[in-house]
């Protein structure tokens, strides 16, 4: 069965410096994709970024990037620059199909705090 | 404009009663879903709806009866609310995924926190 752990349920982390977020999965599929989300307090669930297993490039958006070790299973979210509104629970994903539908599996979350 | 929608954000209830929460997707997508975060945040599937079609079922008690009018509704019915029922449920939706390595992203609503007393 597949499995998404973050061994970190707690980071923090000064305003402007770099955090990473762990991650690491099992899955038998060499084709998935990989999503972090954010959950800010308001609890919305907003994507912050997402891997295609079959691509080596390391995705990217703005201060977001991940660290993709597809031999390893480790699926790292690196912040950089981090600002006051980072703040929040971090959760990685794995997506899965099944019987003709979709489901994410989540992991158990990182808890960010950034102080000022 | 909102793309998924819940009604109500928060629902407080006594054991032992039945509730609905209702759910809409104005985005034209095929697919909706239930997902439950416990008191630990942690986030967990509960079912998938395709064009009205049960697709996933997560070993849920069949207290929860999800039910799907036509393909932009999803509402979830609980019977005989228990105390372990607390929890934020959220409903998603997303196109139809066809290929394995087609990417169709999954738009969550804003979550219903359900507290039952």
């Known amino acids: 069965a597949q499995t998404v752990t973050q061994s970190q349920p707690e980071m923090s982390v000064q305003e402007a410096e770099t955090v990473t977020l762990s991650c690491t999965y099992d899955?038998?599929?060499?084709?998935?994709?990989l999503f972090w989300y954010k959950q800010p307090p308001s609890r919305q669930m907003i994507l912050v970024i997402r891997?295609?297993?079959?691509?080596?490039q390391n995705a990217t958006e703005n201060r977001f990037s991940v660290n993709f070790q597809k031999a390893a299973k480790s699926f790292s979210l690196k912040i950089s620059d981090s600002q006051l509104g980072d703040a929040a629970m971090y959760f990685c994903?794995?997506?899965?199909?099944?019987?003709?539908?979709?489901?994410?599996?989540f992991g158990k979350g990182t808890k960010l705090t950034v102080n000022p | 404009d909102t793309a998924v929608s819940q009604t109500p954000k928060y629902l407080v209830t006594q054991m032992g009663n039945d509730k609905s929460i209702k759910c809409e997707q104005n985005?034209?997508?095929?697919?909706m879903y239930w997902y439950k975060q416990d008191s630990k945040k942690f986030l967990k599937i509960m079912f998938s709806y395709n064009n009205k079609e049960l697709i996933i079922n997560e070993t849920v008690p069949n207290r929860f009866s999800p039910k799907s009018p036509d393909k932009a509704h999803l509402n979830l019915h609980i019977n005989s609310l228990e105390l372990g029922d607390s929890a934020v449920y959220f409903c998603a939706s997303s196109p139809k995924t066809l290929q394995l390595r087609a990417y169709n992203e999954q738009f969550f609503g804003p979550g219903t926190r359900l507290t039952v007393l």
């Open positions: 891997q295609e297993a079959y691509k080596q």
């Open positions: 985005l034209g997508h095929d697919t």
């Open positions: 899955t038998s599929e060499s084709d998935y994709y």
């Open positions: 994903a794995y997506r899965i199909h099944q019987g003709g539908s979709e489901k994410l599996v």
